[in-house]
């Protein structure tokens, strides 16, 4: 792999760029790999890079039925913060806003990483109680988040109305100043392009059909649209269709999926400085390094595969932006689209050892998977080559909707995030 | 937006009226006291999510507040029947008479159920 950097730009630049090399190579499938990962997103290719990087095992297929970066992570609002409520939370999600900071040079690819601020607003007596129980919680965890007035928050995100006659009054904002955005497919092609040089098979265009179980139920390989491929490892990252795909080797797991959209704006000038939320009226909002302002919508209420959502959805989001940013009336919204997240009934991701030997599974991320794209892949590579999941990952396990040991984000901000 | 046959006002309404509530068809254990842990999570948890057809409950909330059952394309997101609760789960019609019954049905809209546009 060429490394990209100022000379090769200059280099390129005087013989017209004719030099610079594909990214990742696109071979055809072997017979058999050590590791087979299921699922060319963020998660998996991040997952086959550390694999190669952290523990050595090189010998990693990452099949993919569409195209690498094709589902939820081209999909998502980019946004990244770290200020959950639960230990289990703030562990992975932390974990992976530190690799987040160090990203683009551990890659050599430049994933634009913008720690320029999340902002959560606070609407009424409840809001306020809540996200003050999380800024201690962080705190005492050591991560950053702190109290805004109305008028401090305003100074931060100067678009914001926090009139008191505002349809949606404010009386104050959680601010994780680390918190930002990145560019989502960067993401992707930069772990695929890493991960490929370390010997990775990143095999697109190849839809995964069935599990082939040995005579202990142990795993065997993969049957697809390509043929067989053998692997006695096989981690499942397949985000929306973890369901389907956990189904082929028969593992039933509480998942839900539900469309979820987001849209974007036409092209503005720079005007939005940082990332803001508001839960309670459903808005999600910052602005992209093209100028599109990027808007996050809820989910739809029904499971669905269809990559797509209710047009009341969306309505009732630019209804609360307009609210909020009543200088964004009249903006022209340029494209909408919609995702397939995977959503547990704790609203917390699983990532852990499946009953079945040989399969280990990643997903649950629901409507927040990007943020944890790094720290995810990383872990759930330790738990691929060890088979027994990382510390900060342990609670995270499936086992626990057995148990009942869940760890109940949905309950902590009282809505999916 | 679903456009929804609700089976008891046998109507055709908008998603707004109606809440989503869940697979259909789990039964609760009788003894829901002395089951184990994993029938527990089977039960309360463990969902098929089909992608494809799926037997589903809904609740026309903001109509006649009753649940009903539904068989749904989670591909297409259309609707191949809905049937009152407590039913058995219902063959889906064929193709043909699928396509027959919607011809019969007239599109209910306002103009033509309440008045004039105008």
């Not at chain 1, 087979?36 to 991040?46: Q, R």
């Not at chain 1, 160090?102 to 609407?123: F, K």
């Not at chain 1, 678009?159 to 008191?164: E, F, H, M, N, T």
């Not at chain 1, 630019?318 to 959503?343: H, S, Y």
Request: aromatic residues 8%; contains cysteine.
């Amino acid at each position: 792999m060429r490394k990209y950097s100022v000379f090769a730009i200059a280099r390129e630049a005087m013989r017209a760029h004719k030099g610079w090399d594909a990214q990742w190579i696109s071979p055809e499938p072997r017979s058999a790999y050590d590791v087979i990962i299921i699922g060319a997103g963020g998660h998996g290719l991040g997952a086959a890079y550390y694999l190669a990087k952290q523990h050595g095992i090189t010998n990693v297929a990452v099949i993919e039925r569409g195209w690498l970066g094709g589902g939820n992570t081209g999909r998502n609002t980019t946004i990244i913060r770290s200020n959950y409520l639960y230990d289990e939370s703030m562990d992975i999600y932390e974990h992976s806003l530190k690799l987040w900071e160090g990203l683009s040079q551990e890659l050599n690819y430049n994933v634009m990483y913008s720690p320029r601020g999340v902002m959560m607003l606070s609407h009424n007596t409840h809001d306020q109680q809540s996200f003050k129980r999380h800024i201690h919680a962080n705190r005492l965890y050591g991560i950053d988040n702190e109290w805004l007035t109305p008028e401090q928050a305003k100074a931060f995100c100067p678009p914001l109305d926090i009139a008191k006659t505002a349809r949606y009054p404010i009386n104050g904002a959680a601010l994780q100043r680390r918190g930002g955005t990145a560019r989502h497919d960067a993401v992707a092609w930069g772990y695929a392009r890493a991960a490929s040089d370390r010997g990775v098979h990143i095999i697109q265009n190849c839809e995964v059909t069935g599990i082939r179980r040995g005579p202990n139920g142990e795993v065997q390989g993969v049957e697809t649209s390509k043929g067989f491929i053998g692997a006695r490892k096989i981690g499942v990252s397949a985000a929306g269709h973890s369901s389907v795909v956990m189904q082929m080797a028969g593992v039933r797991v509480p998942l839900a999926s539900n469309p979820l959209q987001a849209l974007v704006s036409e092209p503005l000038k720079p005007i939005f400085p940082c990332v803001v939320m508001s839960n309670t009226v459903h808005a999600y909002i910052s602005q992209s390094d093209k100028g599109e302002l990027v808007i996050g919508a809820g989910t739809d209420q029904y499971n669905s595969y269809s990559q797509t959502g209710g047009l009341q959805i969306i309505t009732h989001t630019l209804d609360a932006i307009c609210e909020l940013f009543p200088i964004f009336r009249r903006v022209k919204m340029m494209r909408q689209w919609g995702g397939i997240t995977d959503n547990t009934p704790d609203r917390s991701p699983i990532q852990g050892v499946t009953p079945v030997p040989g399969l280990f599974v990643n997903c649950g991320w629901g409507t927040g998977g990007f943020k944890a794209t790094p720290g995810s892949a990383n872990l759930f590579a330790h738990l691929i080559a060890t088979g027994a999941p990382h510390r900060l990952a342990a609670g995270l396990n499936l086992d626990r909707f057995r148990t009942g040991r869940l760890i109940d984000e949905a309950a902590a901000a009282a809505v999916a995030h | 937006m679903l456009l929804i046959h609700c089976p008891y006002c046998e109507e055709d309404r908008s998603e707004l009226e109606f809440r989503w509530a869940g697979e259909a068809h789990i039964a609760r254990p009788d003894a829901i006291s002395e089951i184990s842990d994993e029938e527990f999570a089977e039960y309360f948890f463990l969902r098929n999510n089909e992608k494809g057809l799926t037997y589903e409950r809904w609740r026309h909330m903001h109509g006649c507040g009753r649940f009903f059952n539904a068989a749904r394309d989670t591909v297409s997101d259309r609707f191949l029947m809905t049937y009152k609760a407590g039913l058995p789960k219902q063959p889906i019609p064929v193709a043909e008479e699928r396509a027959a019954a919607a011809e019969e049905k007239t599109v209910e809209t306002w103009e033509a159920t309440e008045g004039d546009a105008r």
